[in-house]
């Protein structure tokens, strides 16, 4: 049986860092995408809680301003959260007079949901405090790397 051949001294420690007792886990991209991403989700939990609103309920918001009479289901699938996840957020901002869910007309047991006035002023205040906290996380990258991030990123995403 042959063994593989190690790569050249100088190739190894770029390819495969040393696994000192912790760095694989603080070197390892994941870790760090995940610790990016509860970084800027808890400063934007932060900046937005406020105006008693959650990042779940922000992006059901941002979404039903784009494309209004959505389901709970549509909605799920593109903000890629769960059923479940997406009718807690819509109830809760429902009672809060910032949503209203009316039957589809062509499919009675469907429930399209509708931003109120209420809540279309409310998207404002809440997403713009939203970007604001987005820029200062990522205010420490350029302009040119945070567009050579998402570029990256959107690869990496594209796959899959």
């Not at 994941?30 to 309920?57: E, M, R």
Request: proline letters at 6%; charged letters at 20%; a neutral charge.
């Amino acid at each position: 049986m042959a063994r593989s051949p190690k790569p050249p001294e100088d190739v190894w420690p770029q390819q495969h860092p040393p696994k000192v007792m912790g760095a694989e886990l603080t070197d390892n991209l994941l870790w760090l995408l995940k610790q990016s991403f509860y970084f800027s989700l808890n400063s934007v939990n932060d900046a937005i809680a406020p105006h008693g609103v959650t990042t779940a309920q922000l992006g059901l918001l941002r979404r039903l301003t784009d494309e209004p009479g959505l389901s709970g289901a549509e909605l799920a699938r593109r903000l890629l959260i769960s059923p479940q996840g997406v009718q807690l957020a819509l109830t809760a901002l429902e009672r809060r007079g910032l949503v209203e869910r009316r039957q589809d007309p062509q499919h009675g047991r469907i429930l399209q949901a509708y931003l109120t006035d209420e809540g279309r002023a409310a998207v404002t205040a809440v997403f713009n405090d939203a970007v604001a906290a987005h820029q200062k996380v990522f205010g420490v990258l350029s302009v040119e790397e945070q567009t050579s991030l998402c570029t990256l990123l959107s690869r990496v995403v594209d796959q899959g």
